[in-house]
């Protein structure tokens, strides 16, 4: 799984999980699949409703809007996902790694027809590919990307983190919080670097200065770090 690095207005560094173009195109295939059985089921129900076309096509155009504007409405109303990319745990977000707008969706979703619908999504997959950063021409229009929220569990998610020999411990008031407490945090840390919560990271990081009662200049991604490691430090040292 790629990652790219983006630095928040805050000064928050986060790592993004790049959604892989194997489940975008899985998600693709899954979303396409639900607007085919939708369209088949409308032109089914007005068959056995024997009901005039050519006379009847402007309700035939409304019922069929959810179909058309099926992206855009999904990623709209539920914060970047659609059916195919919930079930593959990826989401449209910003650039930044904040969440999109209905103005981002719109753009990506007009583009849509360039990049995926006339070129059976030969020009997304390129670019993709190329970018690096998971943007089809829809996403680097409405200045988006699409992340996977899968979670890997590794060793990193345990309390035990391994330090170098030479690691010299910075906040020795870190003593102050339990296993389970500092469990919490590093799981909330782990989390929010995953999914790019920078706000996340805002509040453990003013949480542990009010609580630690210091005051510090570092980033508040590189402090929470530092304060996982110290308490590691010393309670392996105890």
Known sequence: MDEFQIETAQ????????????????????????????TIGVIWLLMILDLDMAELWPLYLLVSLPAFLYYVLLETFFN?????????????????GSPASFANYFVRWILRIIDVALTSGGI????????????????MAAGTTVISEK???TIDDTLIKELPDNYVPTYSQVTVFSDKDMQSIKLL??????????????NLHHRLIKVLAIETDEKPVDFVAKVIKDYNYYTQNM
């Open 189 to 202: 840390y782990n989390e929010a670097l995953r999914k790019g919560q920078h706000n996340i990271i805002l």
């Open 151 to 153: 979670q890997n569990l």
């Open 80 to 96: 970047g996902q659609t059916v195919g990319k919930s079930l593959l745990k990826t989401r449209v977000v910003k650039i930044d």
């Open 124 to 139: 997304a997959a390129f670019t993709i590919l190329i970018k690096g950063n998971g943007q089809r021409l829809g996403d």
């Open 11 to 38: 000064n928050v560094g986060i790592n993004q999980n790049v959604a892989s173009i194997g489940d975008r195109m899985l998600g693709y295939l899954i979303d396409s699949a639900i607007i085919l059985i939708y």
